[in-house]
C-alpha cells in the first residue's frame, strides 16, 4: 500500500480549519472555512484520482473525530464513503475511543505500524489532515506522495502542515496544475532527507 496525504494549505502553509469555521478552533484560530471561497470541480476530481477504488484511510485522533462526527451529522454520500472505508486512527493515547464503524487503533510506534502497513497489498492509504500525523512520518520516509491545494490565501496565524523539524525533507515536484480559482493542485513525491 501507498501513503498518499490529501490536503488544503494556504501560501503560508496553514492546514488548520480550511472547511468550515468550527473545524478546529485550538489557540483561537478565527479563520476557519478559508478554503471554501475557492472549491473547484477539478480539486474533487484529484482527490477521487488518489483514492482510486480500493483505498483505506490514515488519520491522527483529532481529524479523525472532527471529520467523522461532522459528516456523521451532516449526512450525504461523503458519510457514507467515510463509514465504510477501513479507517486506520493514530492515537498517543491507548484510552481513545473509536465510535465509528472500520476503525482501528494505531498506538504506541506509530511509524512502524504503518510502515507494516506499507508492506500489505492492496489501495492507497490516504491521510487528510493530520499535520501531526504527516510530521511523524516523513523522517521515516513512510509519505509516498503529497497533493497539496495550495490556495491563494495567507492567514498569518494557524497551525501548518509542516512544523519545525530536525531534518529537511527535499520533495520531488511530480506535477502542478491550476483551478479555475486559481488553487494550485501540486503533486509531490518525497526523494532524500537532507
Same mark, same amino acid.
Given at each position: ?39 473547484? &470541480? !477539478?480539486?474533487? %476530481? +484529484?482527490?477521487? *484520482?488518489?483514492? @482510486? ?57 506509530? &511509524? !512502524?505500524?504503518? %510502515? +507494516?502497513?506499507? *508492506?500489505?497489498? @492492496? ?48 520533495m520531488q515536484l511530480i506535477a502542478c496544475t491550476p483551478t479555475a480559482t486559481g488553487v494550485l493542485m501540486a503533486t509531490y513525491q518525497p526523494t532524500t532527507m537532507a
Open positions: 500500500m501507498r501513503v498518499l496525504v490529501v490536503n488544503h494549505i494556504s501560501l503560508d502553509g496553514v492546514l488548520q480549519g480550511p472547511g468550515r469555521s468550527d473545524e478546529d478552533t485550538r489557540d483561537g484560530f478565527l479563520h476557519g472555512g478559508w478554503a471554501e471561497p475557492d472549491n473547484d &470541480p !477539478a480539486m474533487g %476530481a +484529484a482527490m477521487g *484520482e488518489r483514492m @482510486g477504488q480500493d483505498f483505506a484511510w490514515l488519520f491522527g485522533r483529532r481529524s479523525y473525530d472532527d471529520m467523522l462526527t461532522h459528516w456523521n451529522e451532516v449526512g450525504g454520500p461523503f458519510k457514507d464513503g467515510l463509514n465504510q472505508r477501513i479507517k486506520y486512527v493514530a492515537s498517543s493515547s491507548p484510552e481513545t475511543q473509536l465510535p465509528w464503524p472500520n476503525s482501528t487503533l494505531l498506538g504506541g510506534d506509530v &511509524p !512502524a505500524q504503518v %510502515a +507494516a502497513l506499507r *508492506e500489505q497489498p @492492496g489501495g492507497n492509504l490516504v491521510i487528510m489532515g493530520s499535520g501531526q500525523l504527516i510530521r511523524s512520518l516523513l523522517p521515516h520516509g513512510l509519505v509516498d506522495e503529497l497533493l497539496l491545494m495550495i490556495h491563494p490565501i495567507v492567514i498569518g496565524s494557524g497551525h501548518g502542515l509542516f512544523g519545525p523539524q530536525e531534518k529537511a525533507h527535499r
